[in-house]
C-alpha cells in the first residue's frame, strides 16, 4: 500500500468527498481519497437530483449527468397535510438514480483525476497533526477535508457529537421493486410531524420514504405505514433508517485544519431533505478553500476562507428553517397552504427554487407578497 506525505486527505467518498477529491486533485493537489467501505457499496437515499445537484455535478465532473441508469421526471406533485398543492408544471426536471451506482461513478472520477484511492479501510484521526493512520500506514496532510456523513466520527472527535439530537431529522425508506414507468413522483409535507414523505420511480423500482424532526416524531414508523397507506402500498416491505441533518448545520464547518463538509457539516435542507446538491458544493468548496490556503503557505486560514464562501448555503438553509415554522406550525398552516395552492408563481418561484435558479430568500419575499399579513406577524412573535 502507499503511504506518506499529501497535500490533502479526504475523508468519506459520498458526494461530498468525491467533489472535494476531484476538485483538488483537478487543481494539481496531491490528494488521497479514504473511505471505510469499497465502492460499490449502497447509501439510503431517494436518490432525487434536483436542477440544483445536475448544475452542481455538470461543472464538478464536466459532463452534464452521470453515465449510470437514471429515470428523469418533468412532471410531479405536491401534496400538503393530505391536500393536493397542485402539480409541478413547467417543472425543471427531477433525475432519479440509485446511490450505488451515483456514488461509484463519482469515486472512479474522483480517481481519474488523480486523486490516490484508500477506500475500503479505516483509521484514526489524529487532529493536531493532522493525519490518519490506517492499517498500512500513516498518511499525512496540512489539511483534512471529513465528509463521512451524518454520523460523522470526524465531528464527534472534534467536538464530542456529530449532531444535536434535539434538532437532527430521522427518515425511513423503503424499496417498492417492480416497473415504475408509470408510478409519479410526489412530495407530501407533513407526511412526517415538522417533515415529508416522497415516492420516487427508479429505473428498477420506487423508493417510498418519511422524513422529519426526530424530536417530533415519537413514531416514525408510523408514520411510515400511514404514509405507505396514502398511496396504497399494502406489500410487506423491509424498512431501513437513517439520521438526517434537516437544516442543524455547524456555523463553523470544522476546526483547525480540519474542515467538514456535506452532511458532517449538517448542509441538508430543512424542507425537502435535499443533501446531494450542497453535498457537492461544499465538498467542491472545500477543496477550493485548501487550494487557496496552500498556495498562500497558509493551511490555518483554509477554515476562514470555507466558511465565507458557505455563506450563501448558511443563508438558504436559516431562511428554509423560517420558511419551515409557516409550514409545519399549525396556526399559521392553513395560510401556508392556501398560498401555495392559489398561487402558480408561488409554485413556480419554489420549482425554480429546486432547479437551483434561485435561493429561499426569492421564495420569502414572494410569501410576503401573496400571504397574509397576520402569518408574517404570528411568525415574528414566535
Ligand atoms: C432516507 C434518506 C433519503 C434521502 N433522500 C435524498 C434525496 O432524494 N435527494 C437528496 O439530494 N438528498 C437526499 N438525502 C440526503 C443525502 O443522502 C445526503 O445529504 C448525502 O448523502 C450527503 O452526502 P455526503 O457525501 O455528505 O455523505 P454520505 O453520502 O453519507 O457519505 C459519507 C461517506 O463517509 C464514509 N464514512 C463514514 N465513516 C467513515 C470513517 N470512519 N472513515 C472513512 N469513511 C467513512 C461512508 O462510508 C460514506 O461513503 C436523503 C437522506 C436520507 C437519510
Avoid at 187 to 198: K, L, P, Q, S, V
Avoid at 212 to 222: E, F, L, P, Q, Y
Wanted: glycine residues 12%.
Amino acid at each position: 500500500m502507499t503511504t506518506g506525505k499529501f497535500d490533502l486527505i479526504v475523508i468519506g467518498a459520498g458526494p461530498a468527498g468525491a467533489a472535494c477529491a476531484r476538485t483538488a486533485a483537478k487543481a494539481g493537489l496531491a490528494v488521497a481519497l479514504v473511505d471505510k467501505k469499497r465502492f460499490p457499496r449502497d447509501k439510503l437515499c431517494g436518490g432525487g437530483l434536483t436542477g440544483r445537484a445536475v448544475g452542481h455535478y455538470a461543472r464538478i465532473f464536466d459532463r452534464p449527468l452521470p453515465d449510470i441508469p437514471l429515470t428523469r421526471r418533468d412532471r410531479f406533485r405536491f401534496f400538503a397535510f393530505g391536500e393536493d398543492l397542485g402539480g409541478g408544471e413547467e417543472a425543471p426536471p427531477i433525475h432519479l438514480i440509485m446511490r450505488r451506482d451515483f456514488d461509484a461513478a463519482l469515486v472512479a472520477d474522483a480517481l481519474s483525476a488523480g486523486a490516490q484511492d484508500f477506500t475500503g479501510q479505516t483509521g484514526t484521526l489524529d487532529p493536531k497533526e493532522p493525519a490518519i493512520d490506517l492499517p498500512g500506514g500513516r498518511l499525512s496532510a496540512p489539511l483534512i477535508v471529513a465528509a463521512d456523513g451524518v454520523n460523522s466520527p470526524t465531528a464527534r472527535q472534534l467536538f464530542g457529537e456529530a449532531f444535536d439530537r434535539e434538532r437532527i431529522g430521522f427518515a425511513l425508506e423503503v424499496e417498492q421493486p417492480g416497473d415504475a414507468s408509470e408510478v409519479p413522483l410526489r412530495i407530501d409535507f407533513g407526511a412526517a410531524d415538522w417533515g415529508y414523505g416522497w415516492q420516487f420511480p427508479k429505473t428498477c423500482g420506487t423508493t417510498i420514504g418519511v422524513g422529519g424532526v426526530m424530536a417530533r416524531n415519537a413514531d416514525m414508523k408510523a408514520a411510515l405505514q400511514g404514509y405507505l397507506d396514502t398511496l396504497g402500498v399494502d406489500e410487506d416491505l423491509p424498512v431501513k433508517g437513517q439520521f438526517l441533518p434537516f437544516g442543524d448545520f455547524r456555523s463553523t464547518p470544522g476546526a483547525g485544519r480540519i474542515l467538514l463538509a456535506g452532511d458532517a457539516a449538517g448542509l441538508v435542507d430543512p424542507i425537502t431533505g435535499e443533501g446531494i446538491a450542497h453535498a457537492l458544493n461544499s465538498g467542491e468548496l472545500a477543496a477550493l478553500a485548501a487550494v487557496q490556503a496552500l498556495a498562500a503557505w497558509q493551511p490555518d486560514q483554509a477554515l476562514r476562507h470555507y466558511r465565507h464562501a458557505l455563506r450563501p448555503i448558511h443563508a438558504g438553509l436559516r431562511q428554509a428553517r423560517i420558511l419551515r415554522q409557516l409550514m409545519f406550525r399549525e396556526r399559521l398552516r392553513p395560510a401556508f397552504i392556501s398560498g401555495f395552492r392559489r398561487s402558480r408563481s408561488l409554485r413556480g418561484e419554489y420549482l425554480r427554487l429546486l432547479a437551483g435558479e434561485t435561493e429561499y430568500g426569492e421564495i420569502m419575499r414572494a410569501m410576503a407578497l401573496r400571504m397574509p399579513g397576520f402569518a408574517w406577524r404570528a411568525l415574528r412573535g414566535g
